[in-house]
């Protein structure tokens, strides 16, 4: 038999801690509903378990003192139920029952009390009120707990279960029992154990476990919330910007029919300011789009083995001409071994170094900017790289570095430069989805290091000797590429980049000039309609003057293919011609074949087709998704304004309508709209040569509105 003192003295100690503990978690929970009600229930177990400690101690009031002893009892009970009812948000009548079952059981026992000298009776009616509190509690935790919170209602349903058991054992086995026997019984003393001991301890275990379900269920909901917000707000930014462009482009073609048709000199800034807002709006929706896209997106990441400088070669290619036509010195300092190769997502890391080296160039007007790749330390299968973008740009002040990579929030250097705000926040998202973050280092007049560290798995050497060496083409030519059109400067340049061609970059005739008089070009890809001159008069005026490409072999870069502007361009001493739109195969061989002895290939493949599906296939290797379709946005959505333009330019502009129809038919065939741009070359032409026109541009105008159907549908199926 267990000593019945040291018994009361442990069930007062547990309850003891029971309160405590059920104190402490409603200070860290005491948002939860029924958490507060919850701490007065050891409170009254512990009254009660005192009352009768106080009435063996004296025989005066000893019946009043059981009776309060046997309420506060009740009462915890009560408030138990309660409490569990309002956490798991039970409102039924099971709740309403049980406690008109306990003051039911209370009057009988204090009758008995008072009135009749039967203590079985008494234990009786004390065990029915226990058992009536577990099969509530054990209904409500099974209907209402049991999903939501399984741990904590596992530990719960054990205590009840226990509780119900020895309660239940009790009410049927204890038998005839006096006051002087009932402390002895071993019944007495298995109850006090398992109610007055072990179920407390349990009960706190399983309050902290359902506060912490909770919470846990809480931060769940909050997180599907603002994933769910995320989408919304994708889905809200993605619409209004569409929204947007439309009216945009609107401005934008009246504006610019304004500029052109005005003979007033104080309207031309002002269209000028309309225009460049319309077009600082369309970068900003823009920068706002893949900001939001990077928050929707949480796909894994796609690593390959690369081929580090090579790769990084190629990256600085393609960036080389911004910074020569900024006048800013651009280096590679690559302090790795030259077969490094590592896995790693590529387009995610080349994402973020364009935008790191573009905003460094941007903001250096003079000086260099470096890239640099270090090594600091090295796994046997993995090596940590610090990847910077040192610029001499102007600074930053301290206090903004911390801000930096929140969105729309700008340096002082970048609100005179102008921008969204936005570049380094994608920057630094990015580098989140890659497990990096952007380190800033900056001093005022000194200039910024922008740099990022990256543990990557070191990939098979091997690779890097087996890499097939193509003897199809030629690879690392200097080559001046001479056009106008930015989509076309992009794709050339990352073509050529491929190929670790050495890119510089003119725009128009007069610079292109200025070039070759400065440096030697193993071969110059020259547009033949540029704003200033057209490619014939470029080539006529580098025969009357010194320069150092005598013998530079000359590539046509045109869309202007018929068969008398070819003789013409060959009359000339052009090497070969490069079709647009752009194919990179046909890029390739002619550069390769200008170097050697190799015939022209004239023939160009443009299908007579209103709309070629493939122009997107193949423009989606130099684009990304959210760029690409913008760019075709673009176009779709200005392209009827600006054919109406060119008809009303035809009269009162004529050289500014032929510069007009050059760059819509250049982005037409490039975009795959082949029959639409050809009619416009050849409008183009047949100004050009000051011959009537045999189609009319409002022809032109119904070939794109059929150009256009077969585009919407060729969308609408991809979706």
Known sequence: MLDAKALFYTSAAAVFVMALLNFITWRANRNFVGIGLYVFYPVCLLLAILLFALKSTVDVGSQALVVLANISFMLGSIIHVLAISHFLDYKGFVTTLFIFVSAFLLLGFTYFMFFD?????????????????????????IRYGRHKYPSASLVYLIALVMCLGIFSARTIWIGDIDRFSLIRNDWFSMTLLINGVLAPMLYAAGLALFCNERRELNLNQLTAKAQKDLEIRG???????????????????????????????KNKPYCEAIINSAESLNLLIDKVLEYASLDQSDEALFEEDVELRTWINNLCLLLSPLAEQKGVKFELNFNLPRQACYYCDHQKIRQVLIN????????????????????????????????????SGPGIEQEEIQYLTEPYVQSSAGKLK?????????????????????????????????????????????????????THYLTGL?????????????????????????????????????LMQQY???????????????????????????????RTPFLAFTASL??????????????????????????????????????PNLSVELKDVLYDETAAEQMANTFEEQELTSIYNEFVLSAR????????????????????????????????????????????????????????????????????????????AQV
């Open 117 to 141: 000298s039967n203590l079985r009776t008494r234990v009786l009616l004390s065990d029915l009120q226990h058992i009536a509190e577990a099969l509530c509690l054990t209904y409500i935790v």
């Open 235 to 265: 889905l809200f930014l993605s619409t209004v910007s569409h929204e947007i462009r439309t009216p945009l482009n609107g401005i934008l073609g009246s504006a610019q029919l304004i500029m052109n048709q005005s003979n007033n000199p």
């Open 356 to 391: 790191l080296v573009g905003n460094a160039i941007k903001f250096t007007d003079r000086g260099e900017v470096i890239l640099q790749v270090d090594l600091l330390r090295e796994g046997q299968e993995e090596h940590t790289l610090r990847f910077s973008v040192i610029d």
């Open 418 to 470: 102008g921008g969204s705000g936005l570049g380094l926040a994608i920057t630094s998202r990015l580098l989140e989805h890659l497990g990096s973050q952007l380190i800033i280092d900056s001093e005022v007049g000194k200039g910024s290091t922008f740099s990022f560290d990256m543990r990557l798995t070191v990939g098979e050497l091997s690779l890097v000797e087996k890499r097939p060496q193509t």
């Open 478 to 514: 200097d080559v001046l590429l001479v056009e106008d059109l930015d989509l076309n400067q992009k794709i050339a340049i990352e073509f050529m980049a491929e190929d670790e061609h050495r890119v510089k970059l003119a725009t128009d005739g007069h610079s292109a000039i200025e």
């Open 520 to 550: 030697h070009f193993d071969v110059v890809l020259l547009d033949m309609n540029l704003p200033d001159l057209s490619g014939q008069e470029v080539i006529r005026r580098l025969k009357n003057i010194d320069h150092r490409n005598h």
């Open 562 to 599: 018929s068969p008398d502007e070819v003789k013409e361009y060959l009359a000339l001493g052009i090497k070969d011609i490069v079709g647009k739109p752009i194919k990179q195969e046909k890029l390739r061989q002619a550069l390769s074949d200008s170097q050697s002895s190799q015939a």
């Open 641 to 716: 304004n600006k054919l109406l333009r060119c008809q009303q330019l035809m009269a009162s502009d004529k050289e500014q309508c032929i510069k007009v129809l050059h760059r819509q038919a250049s982005t037409a065939l490039q975009l795959g709209f082949n029959r639409y741009g050809m009619a416009l070359k050849k409008i183009e032409r047949r100004l050009l040569e000051d011959k009537p026109l045999d189609t009319h541009l409002s022809d032109c105008l119904e070939l794109w509105q059929q150009s256009l159907e077969l585009y919407l549908k060729s969308m609408r």
